[in-house]
Structure formats: structure tokens, C-alpha cells
């Protein structure tokens, strides 16, 4: 993951972390391009909280009314969509050790795909076509932009799994936003029928073939780095980036189909390439060198839990014989558990990206201290307590969400909404004032000067 070639001086580094020892190479962008997704995503994930708890009925009664749609597009587009997306403007240059093509295009795409994501859940929302006609034409644009700035690092010759896991999850991508273009263009005419087989290929489409496999491959660089585990062999995880995608293209057009023994073949497929990761993911466990357990963990294996529960809500949904209602809150809770999956495990990676970065920022000033002379480290710059009731929140919110669509009891569904939207502000508030705490005076015996802290606070106020 290093970088260690030193940039000429015409060519200088476009990232404060680049110049750090052992530090991510000139390729990496300015902080402010991933953050700016990262606040999105955490406003998106407030969003989607609130539009769930005000539309507790629809999403019980009438799964795929266009109320329920715009609360699962506000989960998908503007949570977990834009989240992957800036860690992936963060990521692919890393990987790749080549930077975006562009830093301006970062940011044209940011706002186009930020307000086509908020538009199309308004559009279905409110009943308005040309509404979500245009959102979608938005984000088209915007998803657009992000492969072709994204292509320049994801070009390279790197056949690792992380590498080849992420060219596969952004051509989900873009199969993902043109199967939803064919709806979006037209609606009244009703020439592309938004039938429950074809939104759940859909769903399948962009829950597990783009955020997903974007989760599967990125963690399979950041796993090892964060628990300091090891494995000379890319293991299971090589697995799950073959099958994942191979039983995706038999799943799909088996769901758009409705031919049965497609759909089953492609579902086996598609859990041995989910297995796969979850093997992948308890080995590197495992094979942690710090064997305390803390907070990053419990999210890793609250998430891994929710995949596991979803498998087992398709596999009933599928084999058992239920009324066509209980069926019908089963593929629910399916696709609820895969939500699940992978906030739980986003949320709880940020709180390991997010330090990082600010991290770095702070040690290229200069800045390798804290107030009261002891060295800043990650855990300076956000409070382990709070991040474990982010998580507590999290799984609390989706086991109720859960329990509430398969037993239709709508309350649940509101408290869940009221949750979600909560853990977001608190998450938001721990990782955002992050560099802050780094001022804190915990000891008045600091050795850090004035002019260090001064230099200090104006890093915080200018980028953060």
C-alpha cells in the first residue's frame, strides 16, 4: 500500500499525507474530496432514517409503492452509494498508485450525483415523473464522471483481489444505474413494469454487486492494515470476488426472467461467494496480532451477522412454503439484513478512515503530538465510547426494522427511523471534531508551544 517514490518538484504532492514517511504516495487526493462524500452520505443516512419512520405503513402494506421506493433510494443512493463512492476516490489511487484524473470532475461529480441521489427519492416521493426523469439523468452524469476519474488508478496493471473486486463492482454500477434508467425515463407508459421480480433483480443488482463487492474488495486491503493480521495468500477472499459477480449474472437474469431453476443455480453461486468473504473475514480475525477486542470488531461482526441473517431470510423466502404476504416481508427482511451488512460495516470502517486521514493531515503540518506532549494516534481523534453506541444503535435499529416488517407492527418501523437518523448525528459529531480533541488540554504540563497549537487550531478551522 506504500508509495515510496519522492515527487519532483514540479509535480508536487496533491495530498498533505503524501509527503509522510511510508506514507500513500502523490496519487492520493485532497482530504476534502472523500470528506465532502462523507458528510453527504451521513446526512443521506439521516435522511433515509426520517423518510422510513414517516412512511412506516407503505414499507409494511405496499413494499414497492413509490413511497417505499423513495426510502430505499435514500438508503442505497444517498447512504451507502456515496459513501462507497468517497471512500473509493480515496481508495482506487491508493491501490492503483495513480491519481484521479481529475480533482475538479471529483467535485462536479460529487454535486451531480449528491442532488440526482436526493432528487429521485423526492420525485418517487412526490409522484413527480419529470422529477425523477431528470434525477436520473443527473446521477447518470455524475456516475459518468466517477468511473472515467475513477478508470485513471483502477487501469493499472494490479491483479490483486482488492483491484479486481472493485473493476467488477463498478461495472455492477453502471448495469445498476442503466437498469434503473430503463424506469426512470418512463413511468407513465408503464413499457418497463416495476414488477417485484425485477425490483428484486434490481436491488440484488446494487446491493450485492456494487456496495457489496466494493465492501468485499476494499476490506481486503484495509482488514489486514486495521486488526495488524497477516496472511501470505489472498485465501477465500479470491473466492468471493469470482463467485460474487458469477452469480450475479446467472441471479439476474433469472429474477428479470422468472425462471426459476436460473434463479436457484445463480443463488448458490452467489452464497458461496458471500461465504466466501465471511471466511475471509473471520481468518483475518483471527490472525489479529492485538487480540483485545474492541469496537472496530464488534462492528465487523454485528455486519457479518446481518449477512448471514439475510442469506437465511432468502433461503426461507425461497424454499418455504408461506402465504405470498409472509413471503413478500421475508424478502424484505432480506434485503433490510443486506442494508444492514453493509452500513454496519461501512460506518464502522469510517471510524478507522476518517482518523486516518485526518491523521495524516495533522502529521504532514508537523503535528506529531498531542497536547500534554504524548504522540497523536488514531484514537485521539474520535471517543471509542461513542463509536460503540454508534454501533448499538445500528444493530439495534435494523434487528427492530426486522422484526417489525415480518410482524407488520408499524411502530417498530418508526422507532428504527428515529434511531437510524440519531446514530448518524452522533457519528457525524464523533468523527467530524476529531481533529479537535487533538487541542484538548489533558495535561498542563504540554509541551507543544503556542505557535504549535495555533497551527493547529487553523488546520482545523480551514480544513475541517
Given at each position: 500500500?506504500?508509495?515510496t517514490n519522492?515527487p519532483?518538484?514540479?509535480s508536487?504532492p496533491n495530498?498533505?499525507?503524501s ?5 500513500l504516495?502523490s496519487?492520493?487526493p485532497?482530504p ?5 462524500f462523507f458528510?453527504?452520505c451521513?446526512?443521506?443516512l439521516?435522511?433515509f432514517g426520517?423518510?422510513l419512520?414517516?412512511n412506516a405503513g407503505p414499507?409494511i ?8 421506493l ?8 444517498a ?8 471512500a ?5 489511487p491508493?491501490?492503483?498508485?495513480k491519481p484521479?484524473?481529475?480533482i475538479?470532475w471529483a467535485?462536479?461529480s460529487?454535486w451531480?450525483?449528491?442532488?440526482g441521489?436526493w432528487?429521485?427519492p423526492?420525485?418517487f ?10 434525477s436520473g439523468a443527473i446521477?447518470?452524469?455524475g456516475?459518468?464522471?466517477i ?14 483481489v482488492?483491484?479486481?473486486?472493485l ?6 454500477l453502471?448495469?445498476t444505474?442503466?437498469f434503473g434508467?430503463l ?11 416495476l414488477v417485484?421480480?425485477i425490483?428484486?433483480?434490481?436491488a440484488?443488482?446494487g446491493?450485492i ?6 465492501y468485499?474488495a476494499?476490506s481486503e ?9 497477516h496472511?501470505?495468500?489472498?485465501g477465500?477472499?479470491a ?9 450475479l449474472?446467472?441471479?439476474a437474469?433469472g429474477?428479470?426472467?422468472g425462471?426459476?431453476?436460473?434463479v436457484?443455480?445463480g443463488a ?5 461467494g458471500?461465504?466466501?468473504?465471511l471466511?475471509?473475514?473471520?481468518d ?11 469496537f ?6 454485528a455486519s457479518?451477522?446481518f ?6 431470510f432468502?433461503l ?5 412454503h ?7 416481508h421475508?424478502v ?18 469510517l471510524?478507522?478512515v476518517?482518523?486516518?486521514i485526518?491523521w495524516?493531515?495533522?502529521r504532514s503540518k508537523?503535528?506529531?503530538?498531542r497536547?500534554?506532549?504524548k504522540q497523536?494516534?488514531f484514537?485521539d481523534?474520535?471517543e471509542s465510547k461513542?463509536?460503540?453506541i454508534?454501533?448499538v444503535?445500528l ?5 427492530l426494522?426486522?422484526a417489525?416488517v415480518?410482524?407488520t407492527i408499524?411502530?417498530?418501523?418508526v422507532?428504527?427511523g428515529v ?5 448518524s448525528l452522533i457519528?457525524?459529531?464523533n ?5 479537535k480533541?487533538?487541542l484538548?488540554?489533558?495535561n498542563k504540563g504540554s509541551?507543544l508551544s ?6 493547529m487550531r487553523?488546520?482545523h478551522?480551514?480544513?475541517?
Amino acid at each position: 500500500m506504500t508509495h515510496t517514490n519522492t515527487p519532483s518538484p514540479k509535480s508536487r504532492p496533491n495530498s498533505p499525507i503524501s509527503g509522510l514517511p511510508g506514507a500513500l504516495g502523490s496519487a492520493v487526493p485532497p482530504p476534502i474530496v472523500p470528506f465532502r462524500f462523507f458528510i453527504a452520505c451521513g446526512l443521506g443516512l439521516i435522511g433515509f432514517g426520517i423518510a422510513l419512520a414517516f412512511n412506516a405503513g407503505p414499507v409494511i402494506n405496499n413494499p414497492t409503492g413509490h413511497q417505499v421506493l423513495a426510502v430505499v433510494h435514500l438508503a442505497l443512493l444517498a447512504f451507502l452509494s456515496t459513501l462507497v463512492i468517497g471512500a473509493l476516490h480515496q481508495f482506487g489511487p491508493v491501490l492503483g498508485s495513480k491519481p484521479l484524473r481529475s480533482i475538479k470532475w471529483a467535485t462536479l461529480s460529487f454535486w451531480l450525483f449528491v442532488i440526482g441521489s436526493w432528487g429521485l427519492p423526492l420525485g418517487f416521493a412526490t409522484g413527480v415523473s419529470v422529477l425523477v426523469s431528470i434525477s436520473g439523468a443527473i446521477v447518470v452524469c455524475g456516475v459518468a464522471i466517477i468511473i472515467w476519474n475513477l478508470s485513471a488508478p483502477l487501469s493499472s496493471k494490479d491483479k490483486s483481489v482488492s483491484a479486481t473486486g472493485l473493476r467488477w463492482s463498478l461495472t455492477f454500477l453502471v448495469i445498476t444505474v442503466f437498469f434503473g434508467m430503463l424506469y426512470a425515463l418512463d413511468r407513465e407508459n408503464n413499457w418497463f413494469l416495476l414488477v417485484p421480480h425485477i425490483v428484486l433483480a434490481h436491488a440484488h443488482l446494487g446491493l450485492i454487486g456494487w456496495i457489496g463487492l466494493s465492501y468485499v474488495a476494499v476490506s481486503e486491503k484495509l482488514l489486514p492494515m486495521f486488526l495488524l493480521a497477516h496472511r501470505p495468500t489472498p485465501g477465500p477472499g479470491a473466492w468471493a470476488v469470482r463467485l460474487i459477480p458469477l452469480g450475479l449474472f446467472i441471479l439476474a437474469p433469472g429474477l428479470v426472467l422468472g425462471i426459476s431453476w436460473i434463479v436457484a443455480v445463480g443463488a448458490i453461486v452467489l452464497i458461496g461467494g458471500l461465504t466466501a468473504h465471511l471466511g475471509s473475514l473471520f481468518d483475518y480475525i483471527y490472525k489479529r496480532r492485538r487480540r483485545k477486542f474492541d469496537f472496530y470488531q464488534g462492528f465487523l461482526l454485528a455486519s457479518a451477522s446481518f449477512l448471514v441473517l439475510a442469506i437465511i431470510f432468502g433461503l426461507i423466502a425461497a424454499l418455504a412454503h408461506a402465504s405470498t404476504s409472509l413471503r413478500t416481508h421475508l424478502v424484505e427482511d432480506e434485503i433490510i439484513s443486506l442494508t444492514a451488512w453493509l452500513s454496519i460495516a461501512s460506518v464502522g470502517h469510517l471510524h478507522k478512515v476518517i482518523p486516518f486521514i485526518n491523521w495524516g493531515l495533522l502529521r504532514s503540518k508537523g503535528l506529531a503530538t498531542r497536547q500534554g506532549g504524548k504522540q497523536l494516534l488514531f484514537a485521539d481523534l474520535f471517543e471509542s465510547k461513542i463509536a460503540w453506541i454508534s454501533l448499538v444503535g445500528l444493530v439495534l435499529s435494523f434487528v427492530l426494522l426486522d422484526a417489525s416488517v415480518v410482524t407488520t407492527i408499524s411502530q417498530g418501523i418508526v422507532i428504527s427511523g428515529v434511531f437510524l437518523s440519531l446514530v448518524s448525528l452522533i457519528t457525524m459529531w464523533n468523527l467530524g471534531l476529531g481533529p479537535k480533541r487533538a487541542l484538548r488540554d489533558e495535561n498542563k504540563g504540554s509541551v507543544l508551544s503556542e505557535k504549535d497549537l495555533s497551527m493547529m487550531r487553523n488546520i482545523h478551522n480551514k480544513q475541517f
